[in-house]
T-cell receptor, first 115, second 113 residues
Framework: DTEVTQTPKHLVMGMTNKKSLKCEQHMGHRAMYWYKQKAKKPPELMFVYSYEKLSINESVPSRFSPECPNSSLLNLHLHALQPEDSALYLC??????????????FGSGTRLTVV | GENVEQHPSTLSVQEGDSAVIKCTYSDSASNYFPWYKQELGKGPQLIID?????GEKKDQRIAVTLNKTAKHFSLHITETQPEDSAVYFC????????????FGTGTRLTVIP
């Protein structure tokens, strides 16, 4: 298995809702990432987990809460989002080491719309 | 942090012609330079990468060159095909406790049949 699987593919939520994005990989990668991508822009790093521990939080608002239950799973819990948070949310994974052997593998993303 | 600039932002070529996209980076500590292709509605897909101890790498119609002294690297696509049409991102990376990728602003490539 050489894929990063993200669910759901599309999500529409109200500003008072609580929802979660899920990401799964079975490549044995020990680093996992959340990126946010607005239309016609490059992906922007949100969080990095290394060996299931949060190692980078790029000053992301607390309405985004990441969780890494085990080495294969990464969640992003959403609460009280704003319309400007609408974007494509990408999950990625990589081997440890710099540079990581095999590079970074991205999922297809969750298209989030906040209404 | 690292700053990656990418040019051009849009590029149109005739099918069969070559396409070149250029990137510059700011931090001499960067040592890994991947290129990603992103099609509409999909995540970025790695197409080729190069490490700082290598000056050039080729994979069929795709090649990447790296000039560490000038801090720039380029993507070359030869014999372009309509299915090459997509947004291409360059990126640079160095270890900061955990791996991190810094992306360029992207190039929308259109191959005209």
């Amino acid at each position: 298995d050489t894929e990063v699987t993200q669910t759901p593919k599309h999500l529409v939520m109200g500003m008072t809702n609580k929802k979660s994005l899920k990401c799964e990989q079975h490549m044995g990668h020990r680093a996992m990432y959340w990126y946010k991508q607005k239309a016609k822009k490059p992906p922007e790093l949100m969080f990095v987990y290394s060996y299931e521990k949060l190692s980078i939080n790029e000053s992301v608002p607390s309405r985004f809460s990441p969780e890494c239950p085990n080495s294969s799973l990464l969640n992003l819990h959403l609460h009280a989002l704003q319309p400007e948070d609408s974007a494509l949310y990408l999950c990625a994974s990589s081997q440890d080491g710099m540079p990581p052997a095999g590079g970074y593998t991205f999922g297809s993303g969750t298209r989030l719309t906040v209404v | 942090g690292e700053n990656v600039e990418q040019h051009p932002s849009t590029l149109s070529v005739q099918e069969g012609d070559s396409a070149v996209i250029k990137c510059t980076y700011s931090d001499s500590a960067s040592n890994y330079f991947p290129w990603y292709k992103q099609e509409l509605g999909k995540g970025p897909q790695l197409i080729i990468d190069i490490r700082s101890n290598v000056g050039e790498k080729k994979d069929q119609r795709i090649a990447v060159t790296l000039n560490k002294t000038a801090k720039h690297f380029s993507l070359h696509i030869t014999e372009t095909q309509p299915e090459d049409s997509a947004v291409y991102f360059c990126a640079a990376s160095y270890q900061t406790g955990a791996n991190n990728l810094f992306f360029g602003t992207g190039t929308r490539l259109t191959v005209i049949p």
